[in-house]
């Protein structure tokens, strides 16, 4: 939803690499980024059909799930932005492959004929304002000294593609690089290579209703986070809020069964009113009413500690059945 680009750049290349794999072996010559070919025949098209398609699955995958993860920041940016930035990060990163290669071969004496192909620089790139930009929220700790957070998952996805091949590492080197540099407010590349309006409004014209997801229907909306972490939080507590009054409604029906109704009206909404004249006027009487439950007073004064008086809180205890946590939830929401 609301990623077109995200969702083409993970399925047509991811496709494409498959059926090359499987089907097409004797077509993959076409798609090699062999960087001889480009110095020494002038085959300048390598450069381009060397640069989109990985012809080895492993980094298929992981590049496809790191496009995923990234999908946030067409999200926030929009998709002119976020293809400004993959179309400037290529462009920027297949000069830099060369400088690095031949950077390589002068300092160490290494001849480097061919690189891994793929649409792999670029997504090295995205790690800059993944770094910069998205906020880092531990989830948990490893033996009480090593952190988890939200984003050690693609930390460890791009470890993984940078260790899948022998010179991969020239095409992460060369997209931090052009991350950097595209990132930059003093090089101002952003504003020389972007994605022009009108070749934007072509790919939405024609692409965009392709690719594009409609809304989630089967979720109830929620706020808008500044991040996905934020969202899934908020979605999370929404979903808490869901099940808390399930368990209420199916408390009130075991209580019906046994003949003991609870009046929620009764209860709840008179909890910061209690001494209004119409709620004196109609309240009913005791007779018919079943003996009140037996509150614990450990619950009680934990609740009084929140700051709920002690009638309040043994009202919502005797009709929460002694549940801790539905009382606290029902004083809160009322």
């Known amino acids: 939803d609301k990623a077109p680009l995200s969702k083409s750049l993970l399925l047509v290349p991811s496709a494409i ?52 993860n990234f999908r946030i920041f067409e999200r926030r940016y929009g998709s002119r932005k976020f293809s400004s930035f993959l179309l400037g990060a290529w462009m920027l990163s297949a000069l830099f492959d060369l400088l690095l290669v031949e950077i390589t071969q ?46 050690s998952l693609v930390y460890i996805l791009g470890l993984q593609l940078l260790t899948s091949g022998s010179y991969i590492w020239i095409l992460a080197l060369s997209g931090l690089i052009s991350g950097i540099c595209y990132n930059s407010s003093i090089l101002k590349v952003h504003r020389i290579l972007c994605v022009p309006r009108w070749v934007a409004r072509i790919f939405s014209w024609t692409l965009e209703p392709v690719f594009s997801s409609a809304e989630p229907t089967n979720e109830v909306r929620v706020g808008m986070g500044a991040t996905v972490d934020i969202q899934r939080q908020q979605r999370m507590e929404l979903l808490d809020r869901q099940i808390m009054m399930s368990q209420v409604a199916q408390l009130r029906r075991q209580r019906q ?17 209690r001494h209004n004249a119409n709620y004196q006027d109609h309240r009913p009487s005791e007779q018919g009413i079943p003996p009140p439950t037996e509150v614990s007073e450990e619950q009680v004064a ?26 606290t939830n029902f004083l809160l929401q009322h």
Not at 23 to 45: G, M, P, R, S, T
Request: with cysteine; hydrophobic share 45%.
């Open 257 to 273: 069964q046994q003949g003991g109704m609870i009046n929620w009206n009764r209860l709840f909404p008179p909890l910061r009113h």
């Open 17 to 68: 690499s498959i059926l090359l794999t499987l089907l097409f072996q004797h077509y993959q010559k076409f798609f090699a980024y062999n960087l001889q070919a480009v110095k020494e025949d002038f085959q300048i098209w390598r450069l381009v059909c060397g640069r989109i398609i990985c012809l080895d699955l492993k980094d298929t995958f992981c590049s496809s799930l790191l496009i995923y």
């Open 302 to 327: 934990r609740l009084m500690e929140m700051g709920f008086s002690r009638g309040d809180a043994l009202e919502a205890l005797r009709a929460s059945n002694n549940d801790l946590n539905v009382a």
């Open 106 to 151: 002068y300092i160490f004496g290494i001849t480097i004929n061919s690189l891994p192909s793929g649409f792999l620089a670029p997504v090295f790139a995205l790690f800059v304002p993944f770094y910069s930009s998205i906020p880092r929220v531990q989830v948990t700790q490893v033996l009480g000294h090593f952190s988890i957070t939200n984003k």
